[in-house]
């Protein structure tokens, strides 16, 4: 009797101990996220701040801003939860647990998380199916050394948090369609992503470098396309935005740029827009070699609060116009904002009015003083989330 006493003592001494620590952890914990989340752009203060983003990952749809707008319609009813677990790639008979069964042969609705970490080499293009959210959130997830992405004739497509690079031109040859049929596909450049006839694409963190032709297509009447917080490196032409000069239907064409970090050592095409028209808002360049925004064929461009910072040595101009062409020399480009540093120079059309987006309430967004665009830019690209403090 004499001894049980101070242990009882003992014991609630540890249990509140234990109670103080759960509490004020959880606490600091959601502090902690409440102010980091006030310091993050739109798209990440949606979910980086929730430590239960995991559980959530769906949640990610509503936090798209720019001209692919929400994309609700990637969740819901029928939605199929696909997990990767083999990166392996049979391009005609792809095996259950392959990305490419996930992205091409499953139809409908179908939300693509990855078991582990993983190099992933494509024997031939992905075709990814409408509807289709490849979310390489939590893990290390390369596409590399070989073939890549490619998004055609398909709608509502998400990329999210995946590293691509050191993509190469693909020979034709039959590949399991966007459809979950094989189809023979002719020659393709070697590119990370390419969009041919797409519609409602989002481009979120993902880590773009070191392809043979481009980082990003956006080409063939292709629109409604946001290309956010990626970070494109060590590349010649980064973003086409429009086919070729002929291609008059990207006329229509509408593209969000929001948030990336282009470079170090890139070149040229951060974008290079042919006809349609582009929102650049909020990005960071990081020096560039021939020029950092570019186009022909009447492009429309709104730069607003970008910070340009132009290379040591080589072209101080942020813009390359195309002449010569009828209609070629016609283009609408405007600087709003924007930050120049290191002698950067920007050559805007003068005598007329900056063209609008006119986004819709689901495409709004508020740009950003180009004062934070370093640090709204900060996280770009793949981001390593820990699963302990979050993303
Ligand atoms: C692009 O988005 C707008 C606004 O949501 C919509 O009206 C239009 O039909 C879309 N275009 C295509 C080709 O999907």
Redesign the pocket.
């Known amino acids: 009797m004499v001894y049980k006493s101070p242990n009882i003592i003992r014991w609630n001494f540890v249990l509140a101990i234990v109670i103080t620590i759960f509490f004020t952890s959880k606490f600091s914990f959601a502090k902690q996220s409440k102010l980091m989340g006030l310091k993050m752009n739109m798209i990440d203060r949606c979910w980086r701040p929730n430590p239960e983003w995991r559980k959530h990952r769906q949640q990610l749809v509503t936090c798209s801003i720019g001209?692919a707008?929400k994309m609700t319609n990637n969740i819901g009813k029928g939605l199929t939860h696909y997990k990767v677990t083999n990166p392996n790639d049979d391009p005609i008979n792809p095996q259950r647990g392959t990305l490419r069964y996930g992205a091409s042969v499953i139809q409908g609705k179908v939300w693509i998380t990855f078991k582990k970490d993983m190099d992933i080499k494509l024997m031939k293009p992905l075709l990814i199916s409408s509807f289709t959210t490849i979310d390489g959130r939590g893990v290390n997830v390369h596409v590399a050394d070989n073939a890549c992405l490619m998004i055609s004739k398909v709608?509502n497509i998400i990329i999210h948090n995946i590293r691509i690079h050191h993509c190469k031109a693909q020979t034709p040859g039959m590949v399991m369609g966007p459809n979950g049929k094989v189809i023979h596909l002719g020659q393709v450049d070697g590119d990370a992503i390419r969009l041919v006839t797409a519609?409602?694409i989002w481009i979120d963190h993902n880590t773009l470098y070191d392809c043979e032709d481009g980082l990003l297509d956006v080409t063939r009447g292709s629109?409604?396309v946001t290309v956010s917080n990626n970070w494109f490196r060590e590349q010649d032409k980064v973003m086409l935005l429009g086919h070729d000069d002929g291609y008059v239907r990207d006329i229509?064409m509408?593209v969000t740029v929001v948030y990336n970090h282009f470079g170090p050592n890139c070149n040229q095409r951060m974008p290079r827009i042919r006809h349609g028209y582009a929102h650049v808002a909020n990005n960071l360049y990081l020096g560039w070699m021939q020029y950092a925004i570019g186009g022909s064929m009447g492009p429309s461009l709104k730069s607003e609060s970008n910070l340009f910072i132009a290379p040591k040595v080589g072209s101080k101009e942020v813009t390359w116009r195309k002449i010569g062409h009828t209609n070629g020399d016609k283009w609408e480009f405007h600087s709003v904002r924007d930050s120049f540093e290191n002698g950067a120079s920007f050559a805007v059309t003068k005598g007329s009015r900056v063209q609008k987006p006119n986004y819709?309430k689901?495409?709004i967004f508020q740009v950003a003083d180009v004062k934070s665009v370093r640090f709204l830019t900060r996280s770009s690209g793949a981001i390593q989330c820990s699963k302990t403090s979050g993303c």
């Open positions: 001209y707008g709608t519609s409602k629109t409604n229509n509408k819709n689901e495409q």
